[in-house]
């Protein structure tokens, strides 16, 4: 009769599991399907980095505008453009704008457009906890990577019910470092300048041009 009983519970929880992991995807893909819809995304973040062993604790702001795969990202006192074809890396600190091609199509290629729907690929994931966060209800979705030389050991994604989108990303590596990206601001459809994504050397006329390639 115990033996039964075990397999019935064992049955019921790999049952209960499979469902759970249903609603994420479905969440998931509600997210991605939210983000098409957009025709642009204007994004202020805090971000923060901690790790108690080492005795971390940093704490950053930053925005994005992004349109299509094009992206103008302020973080950590650099400035970078995507205007489609290449990458412009401004900082000020050193007086000199890198100018790269970039491969949208690799796949291992991070760009913010994706980071919007990073976890369509290469992680499992699973229906975590609700949280209330100011009246707003967040749900997370653990993100595990399938790749085992990945330094992450979970990624927790916040999303508002609500809304359909992006709240925060919190990364816990391996390391025992964590990094929390929290969205304090996420605009859409903004009206945008013709030049929002076009890099203008007048701009700087002192820097130190380095093209790569």
């Known amino acids: 009769m115990n033996k ?3 397999i019935a519970l064992l049955l019921f929880i790999s049952l209960t599991t499979n469902a759970q992991d249903k609603k994420a995807k479905d969440l998931l893909d509600q997210v991605t399907a939210k ?3 957009y025709k642009n995304i204007s994004i202020d973040f805090k971000y923060t980095l901690t790790n108690s062993k080492e005795n971390i604790n940093k704490e950053s702001k930053g925005n994005l505008v992004l349109e299509g795969n ?3 990202l ?7 453009i995507y205007d489609g074809k290449k990458s412009y890396t401004i900082v000020p600190e050193d007086e000199e704008v ?3 091609s970039v491969n949208e199509k690799e796949e291992n290629t991070v760009t913010p457009a994706k980071m919007l729907t990073f976890f369509n690929s290469g992680y499992k ?4 906890i609700l949280q209330d966060v100011k009246g707003r209800k967040i749900q997370y979705i653990k993100l595990v990577p399938t790749n085992p030389k990945d330094q992450r050991k979970e990624v927790l994604l916040g999303i508002d019910s609500q809304t359909k989108n992006i709240y925060n990303v919190i990364e816990m590596g391996k390391n025992g470092t964590k990094t929390t990206l929290t969205v304090n601001s996420f605009k859409t459809n903004q009206p945008l300048s013709k030049n929002q994504f076009t890099f203008v050397p007048s701009k700087y006329p002192n820097y130190y041009i380095n093209k790569i390639d």
């Open 125 to 128: 994931y699973y229906w975590d």
């Open 4 to 6: 039964v009983l075990s």
């Open 35 to 37: 983000v098409k819809t």
């Open 74 to 80: 302020n973080f950590l006192g650099v400035t970078k």
């Open 98 to 100: 890198t100018i790269s």
């Open 70 to 72: 094009k992206y103008v």
